[in-house]
């Protein structure tokens, strides 16, 4: 399997086509490629997901998500996984979910800390009492997705655990550089850091693919 998409060339590639691209598509493009030119820059984890989520939300977030946060969002999640797997000819995302990073979105999976009603539970919000159950259920779905190898089904468990890591770094529920979440962080940061120049290039190959309004117009 190739290694990483590097910035260069995603933006290289980018300038020869980007007059064939939909104002929009061409938007969330620009966007997406911009914060993974500066992911490039970090040296450290935190710094390096975070970025990488801000590319994450540039290439897929719809105007809607703004105001049906969290199931509007995980929705969306859920589509633009679909139809990037479905235009993946190379079939890049699954080779890198069933080999390169196969180790680190097991134990992604199997780590209470990136499970979000474990948190719930432990911050007394009621009705998570059973988190334990839940997380062996979810591990569960996990094993069946991967029997059937259903890419986008195990693209949607491995983001909504990236999303609580998201979270924990986003709302201050981290330190910089910290010791107890180094795994969970360091794996994130490269797992996003294979997949979102794919997503990229995939949207790249396929502009006339309806990839939706992103937020946040240019306004003159």
């Known amino acids: 399997m190739q290694g990483c998409i590097p910035h260069a060339d995603l933006k290289a590639k980018q300038r020869s086509i980007r007059d064939n691209f939909p104002s929009t598509m061409g938007l969330r493009v620009h966007r997406a490629i911009s914060w993974i030119e500066r992911s490039e820059m970090c040296e450290d984890p935190d710094g390096q997901f975070l970025f990488l989520w801000i590319a994450f939300n540039a290439a897929y977030a719809k105007e809607a998500d703004f105001q049906e946060i969290p199931t509007g969002e995980r929705t969306t999640f859920n589509e633009f996984f679909q139809r990037l797997v479905s235009l993946d000819q190379e079939n890049r995302i699954y080779d890198a979910i069933w080999s390169a990073f196969s180790g680190p979105i097991r134990m992604l999976m199997q780590n209470k800390h990136v499970f979000n009603p474990f948190w719930l539970n ?45 979270n924990q770094l986003i709302h201050g529920g981290a330190t910089w550089n ?21 997503f990229a290039d995939i949207m790249m190959d396929n502009p006339g693919e309806d990839w939706g309004q992103p937020f946040y117009l240019v306004v003159e």
């Open 122 to 166: 432990q911050n007394g919000i009621p009705n998570n009492e059973d988190w334990e159950d839940r997380f062996v259920s979810s591990a569960r779905v996990f094993t069946q997705a991967v029997q059937a190898r259903d890419t986008v089904r195990l693209l949607g468990l491995v983001f909504d655990r990236l999303y609580v890591l998201r």
């Open 178 to 198: 910290g010791g107890v979440n180094r795994d969970q962080v360091g794996d994130g940061a490269a797992i996003l850091a294979f997949l979102m120049p794919v």
